[in-house]
């Protein structure tokens, strides 16, 4: 199952969360997680277990949560946050075929591009369930995250940012 809400916030509240997380310190090579280091990626762990590990950074993610919410996210999910990340890839980083681990029942992921900027060009798509789903800018794809997934290949010179939030689902 994937779902795909369009237009859940605005590219300024996007802009916003790559803006703060690119002047983070607080990146991270722990992801994926059983992985050699050379096929990790740069992560900043904003909630962890309902702790918030960056505050400002945790504030901004819940008042995106809430527009997801409000924007069709409650047929799927409860705003309680298991667990949020920000990402940033590039075509240097080829992405493997995975899966999520969920140490709690009942969850599912959401995900979004944080560049408001991001085109289908760049490359750079959510495959899942066979196929490439292109999110754009201001949309979250909802999803289980123990099916195989992963992020294809990005094509242009640019740094993805994404989101990913693990919540309770409906």
């Known amino acids: 199952m994937i779902k795909i809400l369009d237009n859940c916030c605005s590219p300024f509240y996007l802009d916003m969360i790559k803006h703060t997380s690119i002047n983070d310190n607080n990146w991270n090579m722990k992801y994926p997680q059983g992985l050699p280091f050379e096929d990790k990626h740069l992560k900043i762990d904003v909630i962890e277990n309902n702790d918030p590990k960056h505050p400002l950074l945790a504030g901004i993610a819940m008042g995106l949560l809430i527009q997801i919410y409000e924007n069709g996210g409650k047929d799927f999910f409860h705003p309680e946050i298991y667990f949020c ?7 240097f980083r080829k992405d493997n075929v995975h899966t999520d681990h969920n140490e709690k029942d009942n969850v599912i992921k959401i995900l979004g591009l944080c560049n408001s900027d991001w085109t289908e060009e760049d490359g750079g798509a959510f495959h899942y369930d066979g196929k490439d789903h292109f999110i754009k800018p201001t949309s979250f794809a909802i999803f289980d995250s123990l099916k195989p997934h992963r992020a ?8 993805r940012i994404a989101i990913d939030f693990t919540v309770r689902a409906i």
């Open 152 to 159: 294809s290949d990005i094509i242009s010179d640019k740094k």
């Open 85 to 91: 990340g920000i990402s940033m890839k590039d075509k």
